[in-house]
């Protein structure tokens, strides 16, 4: 269940990196209603999936799901370049969390 919720707040981690663009520096009301939502909601998954994985671990992978959704978001929502170069740097940095998780 602590992985699930590890995953959940990843998610939520990437809602609130994109939704920061939509708030138009917090000042859109629902955009930023939502933003901050998703911040809470991230932290609060990720401190329940801390009391029973161990913090390092949990926290790399959490911030790595929340960058490379984030990127990936970016690309698809926003236009962001997808380059070959970043394209491999997400594979490696997918690698490293594949790898945390097989080794927690």
Do not use: H, N, Q
Request: glycine share 12%; with cysteine; charged share 10%.
């Amino acid at each position: 269940m602590a992985w699930l919720l590890l995953f959940l707040a990843g998610l939520f981690e990437c809602g609130w990196a994109i939704g920061l663009k939509y708030t138009d520096g917090f000042t859109r009301p629902m955009p930023t209603i939502l933003t901050v939502i998703s911040m809470v909601v991230s932290v609060i998954l990720l401190g329940l999936a801390v009391k029973s994985l161990p913090i390092g671990t949990a926290y790399a992978i959490w911030t790595g799901i929340g960058t490379v959704g984030t990127v990936l978001l970016g690309v698809w929502l926003l236009g962001d370049a997808a380059s070959a170069s970043r394209l491999i740097c997400i594979a490696l940095i997918v690698a490293g969390i594949a790898g945390l998780k097989m080794t927690a």
